[in-house]
Each structure stands twice: as C-alpha cells, then as structure tokens.
C-alpha cells in the first residue's frame, strides 16, 4: 500500500516522498482519524492562493486589481480544487469513515476540495515553495489561460456572485437524507449568508450542492 500511494503521489504531484505521513494525512477524512486533512487545508490554501496569484500577475500584466481578483477567485474555489482533484485521481485515494462514503464524501466538491488543499499543503511542508509551484501549475495545465474568466460550474459561479457582490461565501448544509445507502436522496440548502436560499434534491451530496447552487444563482440574478 505504501508503495503504490508514494507512485501515486509521485505521478499525481511530481515528488515521490520519502516520508508518507503528511501525505496520508492529508487524504484523510474526520469520519476516519482525528488526525486529519484540516490542518494541512489550512496551509495549502495559502499556498496555493500565492502560487496562483503570481502565475495570474505574470500572465495578465494589463489586467487591473478586481479582473485578477475575479480570475484567482475562480480558480481556486472548492469547486475548481475538486475538479483538478478529481483529474489526479484523488477520490480513489481518499479514507474516508463508513457513514462519509456512504454519504457521497468521496465525489463531494467540498472534501475533495479541502484534500486538495491539504496534499499542497503536505507537499510544500515536504519540499517546499518551488516544488508546490511545480505541482500547481502542472496540475492546473491551460485553465488559468482559457479566454474566460467566468466560471462554468454552477457552485463556482455562486462563489464568484458572492465575491462581486460582497455577499457572504455560499455555504451548504445537508437538509435531508433517504432512501437505502445504494440509492440515496439528499436536500441540501445553499445559503447566502441571510441574504438568500434556495434547496434542492440529488442522488449525491455533490449533485444536490450543485443544484442547490443553481437554484440561488438564478434566485439572485433573477
């Protein structure tokens, strides 16, 4: 196991460790180990806020403050991590508790997301700043260079209302659950701070967020 997770962090990241357990700390979930991801999401977020906002100042140099705000806060959102995590082939990776897996935690936005936070996080601590700048790019590829800057993805683009408007991060919260673990139902609300919500229902935590995200974008730009 050990040796197939350090080939997998070498060609995910670019760095086979020698030391493994920041990294397997980094793909585990609370529901698995009190030891886990949060910390190291807390500095890979840094991290790869910087990495991102260089590469954005060299590639744009006549954009002015809010365009480059608006292009970094779009590549860096949960949604954006979740979908470079996903390209890595982190979900396969991920240790997660009985009840999270159950609950969709391996395909949700939100903790692949923060897992991906946290293995910048882990890397940087291994090797520091050039290597997570390596990583990052790499793993990013052509998407800080693609003609628009407006985010595809409706929670990312939720993300980015909220910014523009001075709102409140869009936050998210599991309402109800059914049906039998093979087949479940979610509802998740999305919120605006107390500014506005909107709910909505899908067979994943990951489907329902998204449709939830949708449903208060168009609530507010309506």
Request: charged content about 20%; overall charge neutral.
């Amino acid at each position: 196991m050990s040796k197939a997770l350090r080939n997998w962090i070498a060609g995910a990241l670019g760095h086979a460790p020698a030391d493994l357990a920041s990294y397997e700390r980094a793909l585990t979930h609370g529901s698995q180990a009190a030891a886990n991801y949060e910390r190291l999401e807390f500095l890979g977020d840094r991290v790869l806020g910087l990495v991102m906002a260089e590469w954005l100042y060299a590639l744009y140099p006549k954009e002015p403050e809010g365009a480059l705000s608006r292009r970094l806060n779009t590549l860096v959102t949960g949604a954006a991590c979740a979908d470079v995590a996903r390209a890595l082939g982190v979900p396969a990776q991920l240790r997660l508790g009985k009840q999270a897996r159950d609950d969709g935690a391996a395909d949700s936005d939100n903790v692949l997301g923060d897992v991906m936070e946290a293995l910048i996080g882990a890397l940087y601590l291994d090797v520091g700043l050039e290597a997570a700048r390596s990583a990052i790019r790499t793993a990013w590829g052509d998407r800080p260079m693609r003609a628009t800057a407006a985010p595809l993805h409706p929670k990312s683009a939720l993300q980015e209302w909220a910014a523009a408007n001075n709102r409140k991060a869009p936050a998210y919260e599991v309402v109800d659950r059914s049906g039998p673990h093979h087949a479940p139902r979610f509802i998740v609300k999305a919120t605006l701070g107390g500014f506005a919500e909107a709910q909505a229902e899908g067979g994943s935590k990951q489907e329902a967020e998204t449709a939830a995200a949708a449903a208060l974008l168009a609530k507010v730009t309506g």
